[in-house]
Protein backbone atom coordinates (compact mmCIF):
# COMPACT_ATOMS: atom_id res chain seq x y z
CA UNK A 1 0.00 0.00 0.00
CA UNK A 2 1.38 3.71 -0.91
CA UNK A 3 1.48 6.26 1.69
CA UNK A 4 3.25 9.77 0.75
CA UNK A 5 6.51 9.18 -1.61
CA UNK A 6 7.49 6.06 -0.48
CA UNK A 7 6.73 3.00 -1.85
CA UNK A 8 7.54 -0.24 0.54
CA UNK A 9 10.22 -2.79 -0.63
CA UNK A 10 10.84 -6.81 0.05
CA UNK A 11 13.95 -6.09 1.39
CA UNK A 12 13.08 -3.43 3.57
CA UNK A 13 14.06 -0.35 1.13
CA UNK A 14 12.13 2.47 0.28
CA UNK A 15 11.73 3.66 -3.22
CA UNK A 16 11.88 7.13 -4.62
CA UNK A 17 8.26 8.17 -5.90
CA UNK A 18 8.61 9.76 -9.76
CA UNK A 19 9.69 13.23 -9.99
CA UNK A 20 6.41 14.66 -10.87
CA UNK A 21 4.41 13.14 -8.02
CA UNK A 22 7.07 14.56 -5.66
CA UNK A 23 6.72 18.11 -6.55
CA UNK A 24 2.78 17.44 -6.34
CA UNK A 25 3.26 16.31 -3.21
CA UNK A 26 5.52 19.31 -2.00
CA UNK A 27 3.22 21.62 -3.31
CA UNK A 28 0.11 20.62 -1.55
CA UNK A 29 2.29 19.49 1.57
CA UNK A 30 3.10 23.31 1.76
CA UNK A 31 0.99 25.49 4.39
CA UNK A 32 -1.90 27.28 2.91
CA UNK A 33 -0.73 31.26 3.45
CA UNK A 34 2.14 30.21 1.31
CA UNK A 35 0.68 28.87 -1.70
CA UNK A 36 -0.86 32.07 -4.30
CA UNK A 37 -4.13 32.54 -4.51
CA UNK A 38 -5.32 32.84 -8.36
CA UNK A 39 -8.65 34.77 -9.24
CA UNK A 40 -9.87 35.69 -11.56
CA UNK A 41 -9.07 39.66 -12.39
CA UNK A 42 -11.92 41.79 -12.32
CA UNK A 43 -13.37 43.96 -15.98
CA UNK A 44 -11.79 47.41 -15.28
CA UNK A 45 -13.93 50.09 -15.68
CA UNK A 46 -12.67 52.75 -18.40
CA UNK A 47 -12.27 56.52 -18.18
CA UNK A 48 -15.47 57.21 -19.90
CA UNK A 49 -17.58 55.06 -17.96
CA UNK A 50 -16.18 56.80 -14.59
CA UNK A 51 -16.67 60.04 -15.63
CA UNK A 52 -20.17 59.65 -17.04
CA UNK A 53 -20.76 57.87 -13.53
CA UNK A 54 -19.63 60.94 -11.96
CA UNK A 55 -21.24 63.42 -14.01
CA UNK A 56 -24.27 61.44 -13.36
CA UNK A 57 -24.25 61.17 -9.87
CA UNK A 58 -23.36 65.06 -9.45
CA UNK A 59 -26.32 65.87 -11.70
CA UNK A 60 -28.82 63.38 -9.37
CA UNK A 61 -27.76 65.41 -6.30
CA UNK A 62 -28.31 68.98 -8.34
CA UNK A 63 -31.45 67.38 -9.37
CA UNK A 64 -32.77 66.46 -5.89
CA UNK A 65 -31.17 69.87 -4.29
CA UNK A 66 -33.26 71.63 -6.68
CA UNK A 67 -36.56 69.39 -5.96
CA UNK A 68 -36.10 70.83 -2.07
CA UNK A 69 -35.76 74.00 -3.15
CA UNK A 70 -39.02 73.90 -5.20
CA UNK A 71 -40.68 71.92 -2.44
CA UNK A 72 -39.74 74.66 0.45
CA UNK A 73 -40.86 77.27 -1.95
CA UNK A 74 -43.78 75.91 -2.78
CA UNK A 75 -44.53 75.36 0.77
CA UNK A 76 -43.96 79.00 1.69
CA UNK A 77 -45.75 80.47 -1.23
CA UNK A 78 -48.60 78.88 -0.18
CA UNK A 79 -47.74 79.70 3.77
CA UNK A 80 -47.56 83.76 2.70
CA UNK A 81 -50.88 83.09 0.98
CA UNK A 82 -52.76 82.06 3.30
CA UNK A 83 -51.43 84.38 5.76
CA UNK A 84 -52.32 87.26 3.19
CA UNK A 85 -56.15 85.74 2.85
CA UNK A 86 -56.70 85.39 6.66
CA UNK A 87 -55.67 89.38 7.15
CA UNK A 88 -57.53 90.35 3.85
CA UNK A 89 -60.65 88.39 5.31
CA UNK A 90 -60.31 89.80 9.09
CA UNK A 91 -59.56 93.63 7.60
CA UNK A 92 -62.73 93.16 5.77
CA UNK A 93 -65.01 91.55 8.28
CA UNK A 94 -63.57 95.26 10.46
CA UNK A 95 -64.35 97.13 7.43
CA UNK A 96 -68.13 96.17 6.77
CA UNK A 97 -68.98 96.12 10.26
CA UNK A 98 -72.12 98.20 10.59
CA UNK A 99 -71.47 101.02 13.16
CA UNK A 100 -73.98 104.23 13.86
CA UNK A 101 -73.71 107.40 12.40
CA UNK A 102 -73.40 110.84 14.35
CA UNK A 103 -76.82 112.54 15.17
CA UNK A 104 -75.12 115.55 13.13
CA UNK A 105 -75.54 112.93 9.77
CA UNK A 106 -78.50 111.18 10.55
CA UNK A 107 -82.01 112.37 9.74
CA UNK A 108 -84.18 114.45 12.53
CA UNK A 109 -83.86 112.35 15.75
CA UNK A 110 -83.13 108.80 14.03
CA UNK A 111 -80.15 107.41 14.31
CA UNK A 112 -78.35 105.91 10.73
CA UNK A 113 -75.61 103.02 10.77
CA UNK A 114 -73.17 102.39 7.66
CA UNK A 115 -70.27 100.19 7.29
CA UNK A 116 -67.26 101.21 9.45
CA UNK A 117 -65.32 102.00 6.37
CA UNK A 118 -67.28 104.88 4.92
CA UNK A 119 -68.39 106.24 8.21
CA UNK A 120 -65.53 108.82 8.74
CA UNK A 121 -65.88 109.57 4.81
CA UNK A 122 -69.20 110.92 4.86
CA UNK A 123 -69.67 112.12 8.34
CA UNK A 124 -66.40 114.39 6.49
CA UNK A 125 -67.99 115.16 3.47
CA UNK A 126 -71.08 116.45 5.09
CA UNK A 127 -68.93 118.81 7.59
CA UNK A 128 -67.30 119.97 4.77
CA UNK A 129 -70.04 120.91 2.67
CA UNK A 130 -71.70 122.57 5.80
CA UNK A 131 -68.61 124.86 6.08
CA UNK A 132 -69.82 126.01 2.23
CA UNK A 133 -73.05 126.55 3.05
CA UNK A 134 -74.48 123.32 1.80
CA UNK A 135 -76.48 121.10 4.37
CA UNK A 136 -76.66 117.74 3.76
CA UNK A 137 -78.23 114.78 5.87
CA UNK A 138 -78.36 110.79 5.24
CA UNK A 139 -81.87 109.57 4.99
CA UNK A 140 -80.93 105.90 4.60
CA UNK A 141 -77.81 103.97 5.32
CA UNK A 142 -77.63 100.04 6.35
CA UNK A 143 -80.84 98.30 5.44
CA UNK A 144 -81.25 94.42 6.57
CA UNK A 145 -82.68 92.15 4.24
CA UNK A 146 -86.08 92.49 5.90
CA UNK A 147 -86.40 95.72 6.06
CA UNK A 148 -85.27 95.89 2.17
CA UNK A 149 -88.48 93.06 1.50
CA UNK A 150 -90.41 95.61 3.52
CA UNK A 151 -89.87 98.49 1.22
CA UNK A 152 -90.01 96.31 -1.85
CA UNK A 153 -92.87 94.23 -0.90
CA UNK A 154 -94.95 98.00 0.10
CA UNK A 155 -93.25 99.69 -3.00
CA UNK A 156 -96.39 100.51 -5.61
CA UNK A 157 -93.69 100.69 -8.78
CA UNK A 158 -91.15 98.01 -7.95
CA UNK A 159 -89.00 98.93 -10.76
CA UNK A 160 -87.82 101.54 -8.82
CA UNK A 161 -86.97 99.35 -5.90
CA UNK A 162 -83.61 96.46 -5.58
CA UNK A 163 -84.98 93.04 -5.37
CA UNK A 164 -83.87 92.08 -1.54
CA UNK A 165 -80.73 90.65 -1.62
CA UNK A 166 -79.40 92.77 -4.39
CA UNK A 167 -79.74 95.94 -2.54
CA UNK A 168 -76.36 98.52 -1.90
CA UNK A 169 -77.82 99.84 1.03
CA UNK A 170 -77.30 95.81 2.57
CA UNK A 171 -74.13 96.43 2.04
CA UNK A 172 -73.76 99.15 4.29
CA UNK A 173 -71.46 101.39 1.61
CA UNK A 174 -74.55 103.26 0.22
CA UNK A 175 -76.39 106.17 1.46
CA UNK A 176 -79.50 108.06 0.45
CA UNK A 177 -78.65 111.59 1.08
CA UNK A 178 -80.72 114.67 1.42
CA UNK A 179 -80.97 118.17 1.90
CA UNK A 180 -81.42 119.96 5.58
CA UNK A 181 -82.70 123.61 6.81
CA UNK A 182 -79.92 125.88 8.11
CA UNK A 183 -79.73 129.24 10.65
CA UNK A 184 -77.01 131.02 10.80
CA UNK A 185 -74.64 128.47 8.49
CA UNK A 186 -75.26 125.43 10.82
CA UNK A 187 -77.94 122.69 10.83
CA UNK A 188 -81.11 123.34 12.26
CA UNK A 189 -83.82 121.03 11.93
CA UNK A 190 -86.17 124.28 13.73
CA UNK A 191 -85.88 126.04 10.22
CA UNK A 192 -87.58 126.56 7.43
CA UNK A 193 -85.86 125.62 3.86
CA UNK A 194 -89.48 125.68 1.37
CA UNK A 195 -87.07 124.56 -1.42
CA UNK A 196 -86.49 121.07 0.80
CA UNK A 197 -90.09 120.57 -1.04
CA UNK A 198 -88.72 119.63 -4.67
CA UNK A 199 -86.51 117.15 -6.22
CA UNK A 200 -83.07 116.96 -4.72
CA UNK A 201 -81.61 116.92 -8.09
CA UNK A 202 -82.87 120.69 -7.88
CA UNK A 203 -80.95 121.72 -4.67
CA UNK A 204 -77.89 123.04 -4.87
CA UNK A 205 -76.26 120.18 -2.34
CA UNK A 206 -76.67 117.90 -5.58
CA UNK A 207 -75.11 120.30 -7.28
CA UNK A 208 -72.09 120.20 -5.03
CA UNK A 209 -72.13 116.73 -4.54
CA UNK A 210 -71.04 116.19 -8.17
CA UNK A 211 -68.17 118.38 -7.79
CA UNK A 212 -67.49 116.99 -4.56
CA UNK A 213 -68.37 113.28 -3.45
CA UNK A 214 -65.58 111.69 -5.35
CA UNK A 215 -63.46 113.40 -3.36
CA UNK A 216 -64.72 111.57 -0.09
CA UNK A 217 -64.72 108.22 -1.96
CA UNK A 218 -68.43 108.44 -3.30
CA UNK A 219 -69.92 108.38 -6.22
CA UNK A 220 -73.74 108.57 -7.85
CA UNK A 221 -75.02 104.81 -8.14
CA UNK A 222 -77.64 105.41 -10.69
CA UNK A 223 -77.84 108.27 -13.13
CA UNK A 224 -79.18 109.21 -16.58
CA UNK A 225 -75.85 108.06 -18.20
CA UNK A 226 -76.26 104.23 -16.95
CA UNK A 227 -79.65 103.38 -16.78
CA UNK A 228 -78.96 101.23 -19.65
CA UNK A 229 -76.57 99.04 -17.79
CA UNK A 230 -78.15 99.45 -14.65
CA UNK A 231 -81.83 98.93 -15.21
CA UNK A 232 -83.08 101.45 -13.00
CA UNK A 233 -83.86 104.97 -13.22
CA UNK A 234 -81.55 108.10 -12.00
CA UNK A 235 -81.65 108.36 -8.13
CA UNK A 236 -79.73 111.87 -7.62
CA UNK A 237 -79.70 110.89 -3.48
CA UNK A 238 -78.60 107.45 -4.41
CA UNK A 239 -74.22 107.50 -3.21
CA UNK A 240 -71.65 104.40 -2.66
CA UNK A 241 -68.65 104.89 -0.99
CA UNK A 242 -65.90 102.73 -3.10
CA UNK A 243 -64.50 100.10 -1.88
Not at 113 to 140: F, N, T, W, Y
Not at 216 to 221: E, I, K, P, R
Request: proline share 4%; hydrophobic share 35%; aromatic share 8%.
Amino acid sequence: MKKGNLTPKKNGKTKKAAPGLRKAEEHFAQPAETQKSEKPAGKKQGFWAKLKNLWYNKLKKIAMSKKLKILIAVVLVAAVASGVFYLKAEKRERDLKIVELSARASYLNTTKEIAAVAKPHIEKLIQDAEREGMCLIVLSGYRTKERQELIYNSAVDKSKVAYPGTSEHETGLAVDLGGCPMIDGVRNDDGQRLELRNDFETLPEYQWLLSNAAKYGFSQSYTEGNQTKTGKPAESWHWKFKY
